[in-house]
């Protein structure tokens, strides 16, 4: 628990493992009983047909939001089912107190389907700036970490993203066009040209863990859920890398971005990915 005159940093030095431990144990009691064991009752749809919840999600961000709340008092969890629920409660992202923003299933098809690619995502931020992130992945038990200046790291190994190979495609994950605009598909077209290689993005949190890793050059998205992109930005950004929108600013998870927007293992190819979404 925080104590009463202990700074977000102190709170951090003291308490990140105790954050981590929370994302593990929800994961524990939540969602692996569940992987793979799905019952129909327990899968619902949201938007439609691809955009799905289940009861690992809902029970899962409970948890989180009951333990991190009482890790830090005072703060506030923006989680993705509790805004389906009542969306007023992602305004709190506005406002000065610490937020936590909380994926509780990062890549719920994939859960669904039985497929491992899927993660829990936590972040601690405050006045729009990301302050801390966790990405777990639960199937593979691999853990990703970073603390703002402080770097980036996976089960305990530091992250650094370095620069994609110049003599090959830059390879990027894009989003699905069916959860585009009309003008976010002009926009994403831009990437297909000589030099670079795209692809459907899977999990958020688990292609920015890549882009931290060096595994991917680069991504472009085209919806601002601050729960599907707080914790991995900060994670390449700690990992040396770079997110920019088409306007060439770094991404806010406040919102009002010019999407779609792009993060990549370096901030040369994060101005080049920008530039080609920004070509229409």
Not at 84 to 98: F, K, L, M, R, S
Request: with cysteine.
């Amino acid at each position: 628990m925080i104590e009463e005159t202990e700074t977000i940093d102190e709170f951090l030095a003291r308490h990140s493992a105790d954050v981590e431990e929370a994302v593990r144990k929800a994961a524990a009691a939540e969602i692996l009983p569940r992987f793979r064991r799905l019952a129909d009752h327990e899968i619902d749809q949201k938007s439609g047909p691809h955009d799905l919840v289940t009861d690992a999600d809902r029970n899962a961000e409970q948890y989180l939001t009951e333990a991190l709340g009482a890790l830090l008092p005072g703060s506030v969890v923006v989680g993705e089912e509790a805004v389906h629920t009542n969306p007023v409660v992602y305004e709190a992202i506005q406002g000065d107190a610490p937020v936590w923003i909380v994926d509780p299933v990062d890549g719920t098809r994939q859960f669904v389907h039985g497929d491992p690619g899927f993660c829990t995502l936590v972040a601690l931020a405050q006045g729009g700036d990301v302050l801390a992130s966790w990405t777990y992945a639960p199937a593979s038990d691999q853990l990703a970490t970073a603390i703002r200046g402080q770097g980036a790291f996976l089960d305990g190994e530091r992250l650094y993203s370095g620069a994609p190979e110049p003599v090959r495609d830059l390879q990027v994950a894009t989003s699905h066009p069916d959860y585009t605009t009309d003008e976010q598909k002009r926009a994403l077209l831009g990437l297909w040209t000589d030099g670079v290689a795209p692809r459907a993005c899977g999990s958020a949190g688990l292609e920015y863990l890549a882009v931290a890793r060096g595994e991917l050059d680069a991504t472009a998205f085209s919806w601002e859920a601050a729960w599907d992109h707080a914790a991995g930005l900060l994670l390449v950004e700690e990992a040396g890398g770079a997110h920019l929108t088409r306007t060439g600013e770094p991404f806010r998870i406040r919102g009002g971005n010019q999407l779609p927007f792009t993060a990549a293992r370096d901030a040369a190819t994060a101005r080049r990915v920008a530039e080609l979404l920004s070509a229409s």
